[in-house]
C-alpha cells in the first residue's frame, strides 16, 4: 500500500485532544423553516493532525446554560456547591454541569436512584424498572429528560454530590469530516444537523449539534481529536474503481471530502453522487461544487431527490430505483457503493432498493440477488458509514 494512502496514526486522542478553533462557519439551508444544517471549518494550522477522506471528527461540547440553571433550580442549588466530577476532578456544580456531566438523556443509574428516593410517589418508575418492561421504559424514555424528571418529583431531596455522582460523562460526539487535506490543507470541515424537536411541553436540542452553531465563536476552543473511518475509504488511487456514493442529509459530509480528494489527485474513476433532503430550493447542500465537479469531470453523474416539494415522499432509495438500468451497468464494470447518513430508516431501504436493481437488472432471484450483494460486501465494494 502507498505511504501516503495508509491509515495515519492518530497523533490525537480522547486523553489528549487537540484545542482547534472554528475559524468559519456557514448555514447551509438558509431559507428553510424546518432544519437547520451547518458547514463549519476548523483551523488546524501548525497542530500536525492528519486524516483521511471517510475519518470522523470526535468533538468534546457542552451543555446549553440556560438548561442547567434549570436543572440547578430544579435542585435548590446555587451553582456554586462543590462537587468532584465524572473525570475525578473537583469544581462548582455548575461547571460540572456544564462541561462534564451528560444532563439530558435519562440513563439506569439515575432513574433508579429517583425512583428509591421518591418511594411510594415513584410505584409507576418503579415498575417500569423491571427486566421485563423494556419497551415501556424506552416509550417512556423517548422524548423525556432528566429536568422533566426532577421537576415531577420536585419533593426529592438530592445532595449536590449524590445528584453527580448519578450521571455519565458527557461524551464526544462524531461528524464525518467533509474536506480532504489534499485539497484544504491545515482545515477539517464538517457539515452538522441541528438536532431539535418538541416533547412534552419543552423545546429540546441535541447537545453538541446545537453547541456549535449556536454557543461558539472563533475563540471557542473546540477540543478533538480524529477516529478512523475503518473500511471506509476511497479505493487507493491506481484502482481509479468507479465510485457510486448514496449520502442524502449529512449523509453527504465523507463525500465532499472524497471528491476533494478525487479532484485534488486527479482520479480517473467515474463517480456517481446520490444526494436527498426535503426541498431543492433551500437545502441542496453544497450544489455549487457539484456543479464546478461536473463541469471539471470529477463528477460524472448527480441524481437527487427532494422529499418535501411535492405530494409523495421521493427518497434517494426511489431514484436508485429509477436509474436501476444504469446503475447495475456500473455495478458490473467493477463500481463501489457507499452509504453515509442515517442508518435507521434510510440505509435499510437503501440496501432493498440495491437488491432489487440487481434481482431486476441483473435477471437474478432474490437469493442471488443476495449473494451478489454478500460477495460485494466480502470484495469491500459496498461500505457503509451509518448512524
Ligand atoms: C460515525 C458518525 C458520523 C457522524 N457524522 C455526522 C455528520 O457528519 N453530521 C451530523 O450532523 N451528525 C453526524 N453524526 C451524528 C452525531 O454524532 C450526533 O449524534 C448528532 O449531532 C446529535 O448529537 P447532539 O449532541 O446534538 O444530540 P444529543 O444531545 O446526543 O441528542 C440526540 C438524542 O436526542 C434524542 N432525539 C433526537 N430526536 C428526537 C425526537 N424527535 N424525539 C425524541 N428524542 C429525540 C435521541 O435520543 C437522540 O439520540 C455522526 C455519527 C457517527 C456515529
Ligand atoms: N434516530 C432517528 O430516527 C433519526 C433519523 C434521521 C436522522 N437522525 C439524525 O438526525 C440528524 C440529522 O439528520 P440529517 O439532517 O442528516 O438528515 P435526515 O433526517 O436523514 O434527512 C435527509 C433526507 O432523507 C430523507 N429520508 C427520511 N427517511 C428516509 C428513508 N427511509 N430513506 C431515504 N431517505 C429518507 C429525509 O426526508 P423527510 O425528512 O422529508 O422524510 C430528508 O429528505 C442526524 O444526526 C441523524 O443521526 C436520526
Redesign the pocket.
Known amino acids: 500500500m502507498a505511504a501516503e494512502t495508509s491509515t495515519p496514526r492518530p497523533a490525537f486522542n480522547r486523553k489528549n485532544p487537540l484545542v482547534a478553533r472554528i475559524a468559519r462557519r456557514k448555514l447551509l439551508t438558509e431559507g428553510c423553516k424546518e ?1 437547520e ?1 451547518w458547514h463549519f471549518e476548523l483551523d488546524l494550522q501548525g497542530a500536525g493532525m492528519e486524516f483521511l477522506p471517510g475519518d470522523s471528527l470526535a468533538l468534546f461540547s457542552h451543555n446549553d446554560p440556560a438548561l442547567v440553571d434549570d436543572v440547578l433550580s430544579a435542585l435548590g442549588f446555587s451553582g456554586d456547591e462543590t462537587v468532584t466530577d465524572p473525570n475525578k476532578v473537583e469544581m462548582p456544580i455548575r461547571q460540572a454541569l456544564t462541561e462534564s456531566c451528560a444532563i439530558t438523556g435519562l440513563e439506569k443509574k439515575f432513574l433508579t436512584t429517583l425512583a428509591e428516593k421518591a418511594g411510594e410517589e415513584a410505584m409507576d418508575l418503579v415498575s417500569l424498572l423491571q427486566p421485563d418492561q423494556k419497551a415501556a421504559l424506552s416509550d417512556f424514555i423517548w422524548g423525556r429528560e432528566i429536568i422533566d424528571l426532577l421537576l415531577k418529583f420536585s419533593n426529592v431531596k438530592w445532595e449536590p454530590q449524590e445528584f453527580v455522582g448519578v450521571l455519565k460523562k458527557l461524551n464526544v460526539r462524531l461528524y464525518s469530516i467533509a474536506s480532504s487535506l489534499k485539497a484544504k490543507p491545515n482545515e477539517c470541515h464538517l457539515t452538522v ?1 441541528l ?1 431539535r424537536h418538541e416533547s412534552h411541553g419543552r423545546l429540546r436540542q ?1 447537545v453538541c ?1 446545537s453547541w456549535l452553531p449556536q454557543r461558539t465563536d472563533e475563540n471557542t476552543p473546540a477540543f478533538c481529536f480524529i477516529t478512523p473511518g475503518k473500511g471506509f475509504r476511497l479505493p487507493e488511487p491506481e484502482e481509479d474503481a468507479p465510485i457510486i456514493m448514496v449520502g ?4 453527504i459530509a465523507p463525500f465532499r471530502a472524497f471528491l476533494q480528494e478525487r479532484d485534488a489527485t486527479k482520479a480517473k474513476g467515474k463517480s456517481w453522487l446520490f444526494f ?3 426541498h431543492e430550493e433551500t437545502c441542496y447542500l453544497y450544489s455549487e461544487e457539484w456543479d464546478q465537479y461536473l463541469e471539471n469531470g470529477t463528477l460524472d453523474r448527480v441524481t437527487a ?4 416539494d411535492q405530494a409523495e ?1 421521493v ?3 426511489h431514484k436508485i430505483l429509477e436509474h436501476g438500468a444504469d446503475l447495475w451497468d456500473w455495478l458490473e464494470s467493477g463500481a463501489i457503493v457507499y452509504v453515509c ?2 442508518a ?3 440505509a435499510p ?2 440496501d432493498k432498493a440495491l437488491h432489487d436493481i440487481i434481482a431486476q437488472h441483473g435477471g437474478k432471484t432474490p437469493e442471488e440477488a443476495a449473494e451478489y450483494v454478500e460477495q460485494m460486501r466480502q470484495d469491500k465494494r459496498y461500505r457503509r458509514d451509518v ?1
Open positions: 432544519k444544517t444537523a438536532v441535541g449539534s442524502p442529509g449529512t449523509g436527498g433532503e426535503i431527490a427532494w422529499s418535501r415522499k427518497y434517494v432509495q447518513g442515517d435507521e430508516r434510510m431501504d437503501v448512524y
